[in-house]
């Protein structure tokens, strides 16, 4: 799965649907979680895309 900010959630989203060719689960990060950075930049992530 992959944590990322609101900027990247298209880029996420994008590299799921290339590796497992499905449509990625989208859900909002928990509020303990927020300390978690984006895959792509140095923002808090926002969202967490998984892949079932
Ligand atoms: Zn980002």
Redesign the pocket.
Known sequence: MIY??E??VDLAIDTIVDEFETFPLLSKVAVDELSTS????R?SAVYMVANE
Request: hydrophobic share 0%; proline share 0%; charged share 20%.
């Open positions: 990322c900010c900027e990247h984006c895959e792509y930049c923002n």
